[in-house]
Nanobody
Framework: QVQLVESGGGSVEAGGSLRLSCAASRYTVGRDCMGWFRQAPGKEREGVASISGGGGSTYYANDVKGRFTISQDNARNTMYLQMDSLKPEDTAMYYC???????????????????WGQGTQVTVSS
């Protein structure tokens, strides 16, 4: 079965950086759209960034644009989220997700993503 395993979360001060990784098993990174989502306590899960199959197209939510960078390494079968200039409001559980049979992303609706990781916690202190 497909497995997505996130890592790289932690606690940082505002202005700091973290790089999240999403290692895939039984799923080929770069074949279909993948994305990062986050969920803070008491809030709905929201899309953060997505990357199309092949990595040629990326999309970012407005509040992370210019600070976060999504990428993928096909040789390592891993997707990444580089997070810079972190703010306390970025505190959340971060999840990676992958679509099935969809090269392009066409948005960041969680319901469009078939496979999910278990999440990694990011905490940003002021």
């Amino acid at each position: 079965q497909v497995q997505l395993v996130e890592s790289g979360g932690g606690s940082v001060e505002a202005g700091g950086s973290l790089r999240l990784s999403c290692a895939a098993s039984r799923y080929t990174v770069g074949r279909d759209c993948m994305g990062w989502f986050r969920q803070a306590p008491g809030k709905e899960r929201e899309g953060v960034a997505s990357i199309s199959g092949g990595g040629g197209s990326t999309y970012y939510a407005n509040d992370v644009k210019g600070r976060f960078t999504i990428s993928q390494d096909n040789a390592r079968n891993t997707m990444y989220l580089q997070m810079d200039s972190l703010k306390p409001e970025d505190t959340a559980m971060y999840y990676c997700a992958a679509r099935q049979w969809s090269y392009y992303c066409a948005g960041l609706n969680p319901r469009d993503f078939t496979y999910w990781g278990q999440g990694t916690q990011v905490t940003v202190s002021s």
